[in-house]
């Protein structure tokens, strides 16, 4: 059993900044990528951030410039540093995880966090 524990969301006001944190935990042999997605109730989800185990990355366009990515894959945990909010950035942030599980079967895995909300407000 493989879980995601995201933290550091809540309320910020327009222009301030805050960092996110995930980690997996379980069953896990290695992981390959991981990333941050946003969404708003009611419309669709879209990428935030992504990252691979070879460091390379991937923004939304929307985010592109402000917030940063980055990853320990030894421990597990990524990260998003997020810059310059805006109230367009109010969304609950999921993070994603790409592995191989543990064990006998290797088997090429993905697995969500619970979201954790962001709400940029004065």
């Known amino acids: 059993q493989v879980q995601v524990a995201e933290s550091g969301g809540g309320l910020v006001q327009p222009g301030g900044s805050l960092k996110l944190s995930c980690t997996a935990s379980?069953?896990?042999?290695?992981?390959?990528?991981m990333g941050w997605f946003r969404q708003v109730t009611g419309k669709e989800r879209e990428l935030a951030a992504h990252?691979?185990?070879?460091?390379?990355?991937q923004y939304g366009d929307s985010v592109k410039g402000r917030f940063t990515i980055s990853a320990d894959f030894a421990k597990n945990t990524a990260y998003l540093q997020m810059n310059t909010l805006k109230p367009e950035d109010t969304a609950v942030y999921y993070c994603?995880?790409?592995?191989?599980?543990?064990?006998?079967?290797?088997?090429?895995?993905?697995?969500w966090g619970q979201g954790t909300l962001v709400t940029v407000s004065s």
């Open positions: 994603y995880v790409g592995y191989y599980s543990g064990g006998y079967y290797q088997e090429d895995l993905e697995v």
């Open positions: 379980g069953n896990i042999h290695s992981i390959y990528d």
């Open positions: 990252i691979t185990s070879i460091n390379t990355t």
